[in-house]
Every structure is written in structure tokens, then in C-alpha cells.
């Protein structure tokens, strides 16, 4: 018998309609998952956003404020898709009200606030996972399966980038992404928090580090109204931009590999160019989200002059069974948070964590501090785990 969930999603731009279209779908790609979600309310403070999010997918309900959702007997878990600021507020009520709690990355705007979350879901016993998705992708865990298993050899160093085209265009609305005081560290939070999380997850945990960061559009037009995505906003009251565009950062892992981070959102003629590429002593494994279902690998003993092949992940990677019957049969990234929503759901049935959980989200966000700090001093500065 499959008993009925009550999920509510706080927030409800892009990422709130990625999650609600996530719970959707888990019946059709896990028919067996023993909680079946069902959508009893959408939270909003955009006048009519909450309403028309309601109508279109289905919530029982629709309110302006989160706090109802909070207070609301229904609902047993709670996806939070709002801007960063309000991630600490939202994630430590919910996990107080009992509810079990899928919250975006970064969890706030430092690691003083993720570290709050997770503590408050460690007191209250509910469950919590974190939107690190691109670890998520099969062929990401395969690279990790193939790293872990020694087919390159020892790990020496790796190269992770995240590069986007989103804020390059000179009239990009000044939203709240780009004030220190709700977007919190920009490109940091936003897109090397994606790539600290896919660093640890393929090596291990990341002792020191140094950073350099930079700002290449210092000046905004602010939006006369509301705004959704990465809107235009020409000819409005400029302000100033007051986080960070660019983020590059040498790093040192506990095994003794060295890594690049390169993070970058004013990035024109890139559209999500991420990826990694890890050598080890024996060979070396490549990935590129753009192609998302495929991996480069070169493994043998001639070191010189070795091959690279192509690898297209299949059903024995990963979740990929539950989404494509063979290899290269492509998987999308609204499947990645699919797979999340799985992993947070099974975690809920089983009472036992799946996936990324709040204390990836701490470390994380311990990793951005870091940055920051090595930026701010620049020096080398260790990473604080406490």
C-alpha cells in the first residue's frame, strides 16, 4: 500500500515549479517508493504567483506567507526554493514544525546559516537533503565509482568549472542576487557552491585553499517590479553590484591532490559550461554537463600518448535505469532533481539519509567562507569543518 506524503513548496520561481514537476514524476519513474507526494500548498509573497502556481499543477491551497505553510498539519515536508536570505529563517521553522526539509544550496548566506539548519533538523529528527543536483547525474557517480576504484590511480589533481552567460548582458535587472544582503556571496553561493559540492563529492573533503574573486559589471538598473529568472531591466535607477561576478581558487585536498576551482556568471559565449576533468598517476576521467550522459576516460599503462574513449553511462549507472532503458539514451537536468526528490522522499519512508544532506551543505558552505576570506586576505586560509 502507498501512503500519501503532503508536500508544500516555498517559493515558487523557476526552481519551486522544477520541484513541484520533481514530486510529480516520482510515481512514473518509482512506482515502488512506498510515499506517494501529494501537493497541499504553495507559498508565494509575489501577488499572484502562489494562485497561479496552484491552478496550473494542482496545491490544495495558496497563501502569501510561509509561516501558514509551518502551521499547517498537512503538510509533512517542505520544499524551500526561495532567495538565500530566507533560507535560514524558512529551513530552521519548518524543521521546528516537524516537517521534513528539501532546501536549495547554497542554505543561506554562509556557513553559520547552513550549520543552523542542520542543527535544527538534527533536534527536530526529520529528514533533510540539500539541491546539489549535479552530483545526481549517473555519470557523475560512475566517475566517482571508477575514481574510488583506482582505475586512474592515485588522484594528483583535478579542475572544476562552472560558466554561464546569465548576468553577462549590461542590463540585467539588479535583483536580489546581486546585494550582498540577501544573494550573499554571488557567483559563489549561486555557482561554485555547485562546484566545492562536486570537488568533495568525487575527492574528498577540501583542507585549504586560496581565491581570487571579482566584479566585471559593477552597475545594475533595478527592476520597476517583480521579476522572475534573469530578466532585462534597461533603463532603470542604476545600483550597485555588490557581490561577486568571478571566483578562481587553488585548492588542496585531504589526500594530497591539488584542484582549480574556476567559477564565472559573466561568462558570454558559455550557456552551463560545467564540468570537471580529474588526472590520476594511471589515467584520467572527464566530464562536461553539456553532455551530460557521457564520460571521457583514459585508463591503462602507457601513460604517454594515451587514449581517450567515450563512454556513454547506462542502466548500471547511477539512477539511470529508472529514467532510460540503454546507454545514450539521453537523461535531462529536470531528471537530476527528480532523482533528488527520490533520495529525499526514501530518506522520509526509511527514516535513514539518501543523497545530500545538511551536513554536505555545511562543509559546502564552509569551503565558500573560505574563498571569501583567502579573496578578502589574499592568502592561503584552511577550511574550517568545525
Not at 546539489?132 to 582505475?151: H, S
Not at 535583483?175 to 540577501?182: F, G, I, L, P, Q
Not at 557552491?193 to 568533495?200: F, I, N, Q, W
Not at 550597485?240 to 588542496?252: A, H, I, Q, S, W
Amino acid at each position: 500500500m502507498v501512503d500519501a506524503l503532503g508536500v508544500a513548496v516555498v517559493g515558487f520561481g523557476w526552481m519551486g515549479r522544477v520541484h513541484t514537476q520533481a514530486y510529480a514524476r516520482l510515481p512514473h519513474h518509482y512506482p515502488h517508493l512506498p510515499l506517494r507526494p501529494r501537493l497541499v500548498a504553495v507559498a508565494e509573497e509575489v501577488p499572484g504567483r502562489a494562485e497561479e502556481a496552484a491552478e496550473r499543477f494542482g496545491f490544495a491551497c495558496a497563501v502569501r506567507d510561509w509561516r501558514e505553510v509551518a502551521a499547517d498539519p498537512r503538510v509533512q515536508a517542505v520544499s524551500v526554493t526561495a532567495p538565500n536570505f530566507l533560507h535560514r529563517e524558512i529551513g530552521v521553522a519548518m524543521a521546528e514544525a516537524g516537517k521534513h526539509l528539501w532546501i536549495e544550496k547554497p542554505v543561506g548566506l554562509s556557513a553559520g546559516d547552513a550549520r543552523a539548519v542542520a542543527d535544527a533538523v538534527t533536534r527536530a529528527g526529520v529528514q533533510g537533503a540539500v539541491g546539489f543536483n549535479y552530483r545526481n547525474a549517473p555519470a557523475v557517480e560512475a566517475a566517482r565509482d571508477l575514481i574510488a576504484a583506482g582505475d586512474i590511480g592515485a588522484v594528483t589533481h583535478v579542475r572544476v568549472r562552472l560558466f554561464s552567460d546569465y548576468a553577462a548582458h549590461p542590463d540585467g535587472a539588479l535583483t536580489w542576487r546581486y546585494e550582498r544582503r540577501r544573494g550573499g556571496s554571488g557567483v559563489l553561493g549561486d555557482l561554485a557552491s555547485h562546484g566545492a559540492d562536486l570537488a568533495r563529492f568525487l575527492l574528498g573533503d577540501i583542507v585549504s585553499l586560496t581565491a581570487d574573486t571579482a566584479v566585471f559589471v559593477p552597475e545594475r538598473a533595478r527592476p520597476a517590479g517583480a521579476t522572475a529568472g534573469h530578466a532585462l531591466a534597461s533603463g532603470g535607477v542604476p545600483g550597485p553590484v555588490e557581490n561577486e561576478d568571478y571566483v578562481g581558487c587553488l585548492l588542496r585536498f585531504a589526500s594530497g591532490a591539488r584542484g582549480v576551482l574556476e567559477a564565472c556568471r559573466v561568462s558570454v559565449g558559455e550557456q552551463n559550461a560545467y564540468g570537471f576533468e580529474v588526472h590520476g598517476t594511471r589515467g584520467a576521467v572527464f566530464w562536461d554537463f553539456r553532455r551530460m550522459n557521457e564520460l571521457g576516460v583514459s585508463r591503462g599503462t602507457t601513460f604517454q600518448d594515451q587514449p581517450v574513449s567515450t563512454v556513454y553511462v547506462g542502466p548500471g549507472a547511477g539512477e539511470f535505469a529508472a529514467f532510460q532503458p540503454g546507454a545514450a539514451n539521453a537523461m535531462g537536468y529536470d531528471d537530476l532533481k527528480v532523482i533528488e526528490a527520490y533520495r529525499f522522499v526514501r530518506s522520509i519512508a526509511e527514516g535513514t539519509p539518501y543523497g545530500t544532506t545538511l551536513t554536505d551543505a555545511v562543509r559546502g558552505a564552509a569551503v565558500l567562507d573560505a574563498m571569501e576570506r583567502s579573496a578578502q586576505l589574499g592568502s592561503w586560509v584552511d577550511i574550517d569543518t568545525a
